[in-house]
């Protein structure tokens, strides 16, 4: 794996789970599992692809990438990859492509907040600028586990 193509990788332990709009879809909140970190983040997922309960610790990683090397997209989605092609996914159990298109700074604390569509699921990063400046207004993929 190459470490240019991971943006943002943190473990994360979930603080509450909101399932009350919709069937499929759960807004869960975590806080980051580091000692000494403050990173916090909302995020939908699909629970019926990919059920969460509170508590859990999650791996979440944000890559440019899916290929190992590192190498660019170029226009290449998933499906293209072949048969039998290792990937940055295959370490993951919950993977959404979708672009960053919001930043907002907090000067005075020196925190940004970071915003992510995945096609209608949103994500919601927040954490000091030192740990999320690799992020930047593009495309990325969105790869978890439960660890």
Do not use: Q
Not at 46 to 72: F, H, M
Not at 91 to 109: A, C, L, N, P
Not at 114 to 129: K, N, T, W
């Amino acid at each position: 794996m190459s470490s240019e193509s991971i943006l943002f990788d943190s473990p994360f332990t979930i603080t509450g789970i909101n399932a009350l709009k919709y069937d499929r879809v759960s807004r869960i909140e975590a806080v980051n599992a580091s000692a000494g970190s403050d990173i916090t983040l909302k995020l939908d997922i699909n629970t019926e692809l990919y059920p969460v309960a509170d508590k859990d610790n999650i791996s979440l990683c944000l890559a440019s990438t899916l290929a190992n090397d590192g190498a660019k997209d170029d226009g290449k989605a998933w499906r293209d990859i072949a048969r039998g092609e290792s990937t940055l996914a295959d370490h993951y159990d919950y993977v959404m492509h979708g672009k960053v298109y919001r930043f907002e700074e907090d000067d005075k604390s020196d925190r940004l907040k970071a915003y992510v569509s995945f096609g209608g699921l949103l994500l919601y990063l927040e954490g000091p600028y030192k740990k999320l400046t690799s992020l930047r207004i593009d495309y990325v993929y969105l790869l978890m586990r439960k660890s």
